[in-house]
């Protein structure tokens, strides 16, 4: 009978840790660059045979790699990826992989993001422009123009952020391991004047919290059931 309580614990915190991954994803449906989080569950068995018990592991979170749609916003500073690539950018926590293409240049000619982080070329150091001479024109490759005189590109990069990933903000992905710069790619570039939007489906999502939600209630009705079958027993044997 403890079994059974235990089976339904192991099952509230799995269910606990979907639902926030699930409300974590709506709450950043309309983040641009966001790339959704998914959780993967195993059985953890325990005892041999019959005496054997099935309780179902936490979960371990992975990083959905579906492309979110591209949007057109006229500004020549905004960038989307085409393909599997990242850009990295400079913060306190060390270099960050995102897909958040929401550029601007500082007045000293530094290329940033919104939160004012800097953006990285593919050698690692933060981007230099002129100041001077307005938005750049950019190739699909990452290179920047200015006046039509090559000042540099925006690095491209790859990561295996693995399982239980850490997340810088909400669009940024600490990476485990050194990102390796994208080159030589026909499958990766990059397009002007468009940003990338989160890919995640709002109405999938949702659908999927209401049966989590349910799962939940149910598994708690459980729960209380075996606890009070558990104290019956009790007062049975006790009465003896």
């Known amino acids: 009978m403890q079994n059974g309580l235990y089976v339904a ?7 606990e840790k979907r639902l926030n991954t699930i409300a974590d994803n709506v709450a950043n449906a309309s983040t641009v660059g966001f790339r959704a989080t ?5 059985d953890v068995v325990s005892g041999l045979g019959q005496q054997s018990v099935s309780f179902t592991s936490p979960g371990d979170t992975y990083l959905s790699t579906q492309h ?3 949007r057109e916003t006229g500004n020549p500073f905004d960038f989307a990826i085409r393909g599997d690539a990242w850009f990295g950018i400079e913060t306190p926590a060390g270099v960050v992989m995102t897909r958040d293409g929401r550029f601007s240049m500082t007045s000293e000619g530094q290329l940033v993001t919104v939160e004012g982080h800097p953006v990285l070329d593919a050698g690692g150091a933060p981007m230099q422009l002129d100041p001077r001479a307005g938005p750049p024109t950019a190739g699909t490759d990452g290179s920047l ?3 039509g005189r090559l000042v ?3 690095g491209l990069y790859e990561f295996n952020p693995g399982t239980n990933f850490v997340r810088y903000g909400n669009s940024g992905i600490i990476p485990p391991t050194a990102p390796e710069p994208v080159v030589d790619r026909m499958d ?3 397009v002007q004047n468009f940003v990338e939007e989160s890919n995640v ?3 999938k999502e949702m659908t999927k919290l209401i049966m989590v939600q349910r799962a939940f209630e149910n ?3 459980l729960m209380r059931q075996t606890e009070a079958s558990f104290s019956d027993a009790i007062k049975t044997l006790g009465s003896r």
């Open 145 to 147: 123009r200015q006046d």
């Open 152 to 154: 540099g590109a925006i």
């Open 201 to 203: 489906n709002p109405i």
């Open 38 to 42: 998914g959780v993967k569950f195993e």
């Open 219 to 221: 598994t708690a009705a």
């Open 188 to 190: 990766a570039g990059i």
């Open 9 to 15: 614990l192991s099952a509230q915190v799995a269910l």
């Open 68 to 70: 979110g749609a591209m």
